[in-house]
């Protein structure tokens, strides 16, 4: 089996900051995710990467940069943090893109006060 | 509007009673995957049901597929404290975008 961790868990920012979320996982997948969550809405996919420094739009990149360095490894940038922005941003990894079962760390909630 | 949406936002019962959540697409699937989140924690895959399947099992969980109609449904037997979290399900688009579509999710509550 496998992890994927994500740091930090809790993260507060001010408004107009750039926050950057990591996330390590030892699977070795190839792809990988990361997806924001808001309160009763589904997952909705801010960006991938098929390989290491591969990197692909989702359909939420705007407002939003990732970084792929390693195959182990994805962080992402909120550019400037929204004033009263609550969220939780799961990172998630599989096999290949597609059908392929996806397997998420716990999550870093953020918060911009 | 909502590609794939789970129909409850939540449900209750008590621990052994049997339990569906049911989702509804709109879109041709190759496949649909359910996923559980319980509190403080990521989504874990449960089932996953390719488009040419109509029931899949997994334990006390079973999933059925019905393309004609696009929507499916999980269904949990004899429920336990533990199966308390929020039920996604996900669909696999069979043109254009490959991404997973998710619902917003039905929140199971299991009481004792």
């Known amino acids: 089996g496998g992890i994927i961790t994500q740091t930090p868990k809790f993260l507060i920012g001010q408004e107009g900051q750039k926050l950057t979320l990591k996330c390590q996982q030892n699977f070795n997948h190839d792809t990988m995710y990361w997806y924001r969550q808001d309160s009763g809405k589904g997952l909705r996919l801010i960006y991938y990467s098929i390989t290491e420094n591969d990197l692909q739009k989702g359909d939420l990149s705007e407002g939003y940069d990732a970084s792929r360095e390693k195959k182990s490894s994805f962080s992402l940038t909120v550019t400037s943090a929204q004033k009263n922005e609550m969220a939780v941003f799961l990172c998630a990894s599989s096999i290949d893109r597609g059908r392929a079962e996806q397997f998420f760390g716990p999550g870093t909630r953020l918060t911009v006060l | 509007s909502q590609l794939a949406e789970e129909n409850l936002w939540a449900l209750s019962v008590h621990e052994g009673e049997s339990v569906t959540v049911n989702c509804s697409y709109k879109?041709?699937?190759?496949?649909l995957q359910w996923y559980r989140q319980k509190s403080g924690e990521g989504p874990a895959q449960l089932i996953l049901?390719?488009?040419?399947?109509r029931e899949k099992r997994n334990g006390r969980l079973r999933a059925t597929l019905d393309t004609s109609s696009q929507s499916s449904s999980l269904s949990i037997t004899a429920t336990r404290c533990e199966d308390t979290a929020v039920y996604f399900c996900?669909?696999?688009?069979?043109?254009?975008?490959?991404?997973?579509?998710f619902g917003s999710g039905t929140q199971l509550t299991v009481m004792p």
């Open positions: 049901i390719r488009s040419n399947e």
């Open positions: 996900a669909t696999v688009p069979s043109s254009g975008s490959w991404q997973l579509i």
């Open positions: 879109t041709s699937i190759t496949a």
